[in-house]
């Protein structure tokens, strides 16, 4: 069992950056894929970024490619979400999740932190 706890979110303008981050506990966190979902108001969950156990590969969403970068550091089991030139719609609440990751991609698991708002001004 692994519990999630996000921080980092804040308000920020259009074209700013933010880093989340994603505390973990527990001794099994790097036997975990990891990833970043969002939750806009209105809108359904949706997949942001994810990362293998060992930090190896990486995936994410077309609309963060290139402006989002997903990081984990197994010692501190601490994921991170380094997101740069914001836009109004990156607006949210992030969550992060422990799941697994396959080649063919990030299933998401049960595990989900609380969430935390991000919200971009224009």
């Known amino acids: 069992q692994v519990q999630l706890v996000e921080s980092g979110g804040g308000l920020v303008q259009a074209g700013g950056s933010l880093r989340l981050s994603c505390a973990a506990s527990g001794r099994t966190f790097s036997s975990y894929g990891m990833g970043w979902f969002r939750q806009a108001p209105g809108k359904e969950r949706e997949f942001v970024a994810a990362i293998s156990q060992s930090g190896g590969r990486t995936s994410y969403a077309d609309s963060v490619k290139g402006r989002f970068t997903i990081s984990r550091d197994n010692v501190k089991n601490t994921m991170y979400l380094q997101m740069s030139r914001l836009k109004p719609e990156d607006t949210a609440v992030y969550y992060c999740?422990?799941?697994?990751?396959?080649?063919?991609?990030?299933?998401?698991?049960?595990?989900w932190g609380q969430g935390t708002q991000v919200a971009v001004s224009s």
């Open positions: 999740n422990a799941g697994l990751y396959f080649t063919t991609g990030y299933q998401r698991g049960n595990y």
